[in-house]
Nanobody, 121 residues
Framework: QVQLVESGGGLVQAGDSLRLSCAAS????????MAWFRQAPGREREFVAG?????YYADSVKGRFTISRDNAKKTMYLQMNSLKPEDTALYYC?????????????????WGQGTQVTVSS
């Protein structure tokens, strides 16, 4: 069983930066593939970035966002730079025991409650 708690969201202006954190419980954090998803009002939940041995990014955030993890601290991060209004969404962290990083939300077993990111223009 894994519990995930996100933090670090907030209200910022376009061009600003934010760093999201996802703190995990459980003994086997290092073996899980982890990811960030986001969901804006009226839209489906979408993959943002994922990490296990390698990192993966949605085209919309590539070059602006950086995903990382600290297995000793059981924490995953998402550094978001050059934020745009279209990045406004509820950001979730997710974990799966799969051996790779899935891109679909249905493939993740564990989810946090989400942290809101709002970018004003």
């Amino acid at each position: 069983q894994v519990q995930l708690v996100e933090s670090g969201g907030g209200l910022v202006q376009a061009g600003d930066s934010l760093r999201l954190s996802c703190a995990a419980s459980g003994r086997t954090f290092s073996t899980y593939a982890m990811a960030w998803f986001r969901q804006a009002p009226g839209r489906e939940r979408e993959f943002v970035a994922g990490i296990k041995w390698d990192t993966y990014y949605a085209d919309s955030v590539k070059g602006r966002f950086t995903i990382s993890r600290d297995n000793a601290k059981k924490t995953m991060y998402l550094q978001m730079n050059s934020l745009k209004p279209e990045d406004t969404a509820l950001y979730y962290c997710a974990a799966t025991g799969r051996g790779r990083v899935p891109l679909g939300a249905d493939d993740y077993t564990y989810w946090g409650q989400g942290t809101q990111v709002t970018v004003s223009s």
